[in-house]
């Protein structure tokens, strides 16, 4: 009885940390795939694609949330991907991308502070390409934050007369659905971090050994009880 509870107990371990066992891709696009464009922007050309590896597959041990935005003119001046708003830059773990604004906790973005035309305020993090204002760009987040399906916008580059902007159609709609992993991505979201903090794999370790630790003590005060 013992042994099948320690066999038990294992496996539950194993199970939890495999639960999210995939790398989730997906994308989004302008002209009616899922994500809204202004004049240029508004293009088939215009996609924000995602790779979202779990922290059992991903070399960090932990989220690994990889991005690219690609867009036909005018350059890249910056980007936000939404973050829960309990989220610090103490979730931006090493390996990230650090054109994020440095020093800063993700914050409350508006039109006032730089965003024309987003739908809403919305708290996330910044990213910031250079001056370059490049066509195409790629960044990563990797966090201790599991996915949900949230929201992302984007800003030309060229200053601030007549920019092209691009954010996920359903931008705002509190009618957000839930992640599934072993659902279809659906059309006009973006996935990125929630509110569930991973243990650290050191954390795990010392929690799987608790539990087998558990399990033999159990055992062994049964065995006790056989002989007297």
């Given at each position: 009885?013992?042994?099948?509870?320690?066999?038990?107990l294992v496996f539950l371990f194993v199970f939890a940390n495999c639960i999210w066992a995939t790398t989730f891709t997906g994308?989004?696009?302008?002209?009616?795939?899922?994500?809204?464009?202004?004049?240029?922007?508004?293009?088939e050309n215009v996609i924000l694609s995602w790779d979202v590896t779990n922290p059992s597959q991903s070399g960090s041990g932990f989220w690994e949330y990889m991005y690219t935005f690609t867009v036909p003119s005018k350059g890249?001046?910056?980007?936000?991907?939404?973050?829960?708003?309990?989220?610090?830059?103490?979730n931006i773990l090493e390996g990230s991308t650090e054109e994020f604004e440095t020093g800063e906790e993700?914050?409350?973005?508006?039109?006032?502070n730089g965003n024309p035309g987003i739908p809403d305020s919305t708290y996330g993090?910044?990213?910031?390409p250079g001056e370059e204002d490049p066509l195409s760009y790629s960044w990563?987040?990797?966090?201790n934050i599991e996915p949900i399906w949230g929201d992302f916008y984007a800003k030309s580059g060229g200053?601030?007369?007549?920019?092209?902007?691009?954010?996920?159609a359903e931008f705002s709609n509190a009618m957000r659905p839930v992640f599934?992993?072993?659902?279809?991505?659906?059309?006009g979201w973006v996935l990125v971090p929630d509110s569930t903090p991973i243990p650290e794999p050191a954390t795990m370790l010392l929690i799987a050994s608790g539990l087998i630790g558990l399990a033999g003590f159990g055992r062994k005060k049964f065995f006790k009880k056989d002989k007297d």
């Open positions: 009885m013992r042994r099948r509870l320690l066999y038990l994308s989004i696009s302008g002209d009616g795939g899922g994500l809204f464009g202004t004049n240029e922007w508004d293009s890249i001046s910056h980007l936000i991907i939404e973050v829960s708003d309990f989220f610090t830059a103490a993700p914050k409350l973005h508006t039109t006032a993090i910044k990213w910031e990563t987040l990797v966090s200053g601030q007369e007549d920019p092209l902007i691009a954010y996920n599934d992993p072993d659902e279809p991505n659906p059309s």
